[in-house]
């Protein structure tokens, strides 16, 4: 069972669109972080958000965490061809620093210019 | 910023051979890493917790005999693909915390990955 469910799963979209990405589950997280993945190299850490409802800006990125801790967003305004990768989702389950991070599916986003 | 790094980045082995892969926190103690295996175009599965010292731990599903994991020392975590068979090509990444800001939020810092290709 995937315990994050990221959707869409791939986005084409032109330069200058704007776009939502979400990332859904039915477990309560402590934290959800989100990364961004080019082909061949790890992923990087773009946020993490950790109180309900907190909303954090990066440049044109917005992050959203839900009220319940539940589920989160990535909003991206004006979207650039430099834009395009692979966006995860991962959350913690359990407070502690020896807790891995389960990953969404992840969305291929792809910017078009 | 934290460091770490992951050799080789390819490998491609016959059949039937071992594959050791290296992961190595370069600025920063790792009592604790872990290892992550990805599909072409999916996302990233936690195969093991690997603990400095001590036994890893292996997700369900994961053939702990045929994925050795050694964590020797506080930098250095070793994942071995043993017999390794086409299946296994995958992409293998490893990834750990900084204990300086060690908590269930602080980020994992990744490897750049090893791209296994079984022939």
């Known amino acids: 069972t995937q315990l994050l469910e990221q959707s869409p799963q791939f986005l084409s979209i032109q330069e200058g669109e704007n776009l939502t990405v979400y990332c859904n589950s039915s477990s309560v997280f402590s934290s959800l972080q989100w990364y961004r993945q080019e082909p061949g190299e790890g992923p990087v850490l773009l946020v993490t958000?950790?109180?309900?409802?907190e909303v954090k800006k990066l440049k044109r990125l917005t992050f959203q965490f839900g009220d319940a801790r539940k589920d989160s967003s990535l909003h991206i305004t004006a979207a650039q061809p430099g834009d395009t990768g692979l966006y995860l989702c991962a959350g913690a389950l359990r407070l502690a620093g020896n807790t891995p991070l389960v990953f969404g599916k992840g969305t291929r986003l792809s910017v078009i210019a | 910023g934290a460091v770490v790094s992951q050799h080789p980045s390819w490998v491609i082995c016959k059949s039937g051979t071992s594959v050791k892969i290296e992961c190595r926190s370069l600025d920063f103690q790792a009592t604790t890493m872990f290892w992550y295996r990805q599909f072409p175009k999916q996302s990233l599965m936690l195969m093991a917790t690997?603990?400095?010292?001590?036994?890893?731990?292996?997700e369900q599903g994961v053939e702990k005999d045929k994925f050795l994991i050694n964590h020797a020392s506080l930098t250095l975590s070793t994942l071995t693909v043993t017999s390794a068979h086409p299946e296994d090509s995958s992409f293998y990444i490893c990834?750990?915390?900084?204990?300086?800001?060690?908590?269930?939020?602080?980020?994992?810092?990744f490897g750049n990955g090893t791209r296994l290709t079984v022939t």
């Open positions: 958000v950790v109180t309900g409802g």
């Open positions: 990834s750990a915390r900084d204990p300086r800001y060690s908590s269930y939020n602080s980020p994992l810092h």
């Open positions: 690997s603990n400095e010292g001590s036994k890893a731990t292996y």
